[in-house]
């Protein structure tokens, strides 16, 4: 699975997808501020770019299951361990979860409702499927996205399911 590299043709087809989906159904949410603060303002662009990770380092699960998770603390310990990296106070605050060994309540933004199966590994490897169609471009993001890029709503399923000629039967998503 290869992921978005700014100005590569697939994150250009991204932002067209994007101002696409702003013009003709307003469906794509934009930050609309009313959504809680994470615990640490985590920067995936530093992470991704600067320190080299790729995203399935932390979502563990993301090729395989079809849950990709957040990252547990022992992810982030295995490089912030005791000695700070840098002079940045979100990083104290990391390092104070790591000496109590408490995981870090990292807030949700995306979620499938009980009643509707959704898996990961179905749409990422036999899918092909570019984590940035529906995340947005998540490696230039330098802190945490607030609302959904591609909203959980049913018609954003369906209508995606309609280009690829994938099923719509109801039963395929309501397992
Ligand atoms: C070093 C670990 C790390 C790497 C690498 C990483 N992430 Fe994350 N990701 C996190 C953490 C921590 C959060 C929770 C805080 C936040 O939202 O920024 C998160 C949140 C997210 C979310 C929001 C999930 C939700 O429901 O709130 C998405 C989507 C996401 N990451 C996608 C990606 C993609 C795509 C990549 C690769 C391009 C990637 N991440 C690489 C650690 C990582
Ligand atoms: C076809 C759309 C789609 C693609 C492609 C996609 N995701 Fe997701 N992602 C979702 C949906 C829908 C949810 C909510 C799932 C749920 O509630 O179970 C989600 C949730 C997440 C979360 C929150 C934690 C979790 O386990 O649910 C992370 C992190 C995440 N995705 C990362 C990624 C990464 C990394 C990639 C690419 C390797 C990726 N996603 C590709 C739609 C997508
Ligand atoms: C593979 C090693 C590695 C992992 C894993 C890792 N980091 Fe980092 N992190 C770094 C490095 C290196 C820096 C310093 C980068 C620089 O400024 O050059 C850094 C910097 C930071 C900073 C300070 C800069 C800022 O953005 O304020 C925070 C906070 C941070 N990381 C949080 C996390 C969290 C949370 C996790 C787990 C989800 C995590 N890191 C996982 C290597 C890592
Ligand atoms: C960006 C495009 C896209 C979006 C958005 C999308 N899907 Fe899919 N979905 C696909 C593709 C492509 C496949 C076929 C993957 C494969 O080759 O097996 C698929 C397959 C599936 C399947 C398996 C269908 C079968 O044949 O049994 C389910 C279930 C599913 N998606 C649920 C969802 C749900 C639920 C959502 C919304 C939360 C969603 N999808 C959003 C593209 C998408
Ligand atoms: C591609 C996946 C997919 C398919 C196919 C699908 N749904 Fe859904 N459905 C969802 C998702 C995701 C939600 C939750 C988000 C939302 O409410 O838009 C949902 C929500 C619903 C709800 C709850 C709405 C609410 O307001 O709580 C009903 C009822 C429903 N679907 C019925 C159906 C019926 C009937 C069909 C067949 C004609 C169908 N769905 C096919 C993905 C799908």
Redesign the pocket.
């Known amino acids: 699975m290869k992921e978005l590299k700014t100005g590569s043709i697939a994150s250009v087809v991204v932002r067209f997808a994007y101002a696409g989906c702003l013009i003709l159904s307003g469906a794509c949410a934009i930050s609309s501020g009313d959504e809680p603060d994470q615990p640490i303002a985590y920067n995936h662009k530093l992470h991704i770019e600067t320190v080299g990770l790729e995203c399935a380092e932390c979502h563990r699960y993301v090729e395989t299951s079809a849950a990709a998770t957040l990252p547990p603390l022992e992810v982030c310990r295995s490089c912030h361990e005791s000695e700070p990296l840098t002079e940045s106070p979100e990083e104290t605050v990391l390092l104070k979860y790591v000496a109590d060994g408490t995981e870090i309540p990292w807030k949700r933004i995306y979620h499938?409702p009980d009643h509707?199966?959704?898996?990961h590994r179905?749409?990422v490897v036999?899918?092909?499927?570019d984590c940035g169609?529906?995340h947005g471009v998540m490696q230039e993001q330098t802190a945490p996205v607030r609302s959904a890029f591609?909203e959980?709503k049913?018609e954003?399923?369906m209508?995606?399911?309609r280009?690829?000629k994938?099923?719509n039967?109801c039963l395929?998503?309501h397992r």
């Open positions: 499938v509707v199966y959704f898996s179905r749409h036999l899918g092909e499927l169609l529906c591609l959980v049913m954003n399923c209508d995606c399911h280009e690829h994938v099923t039967d395929s998503c």
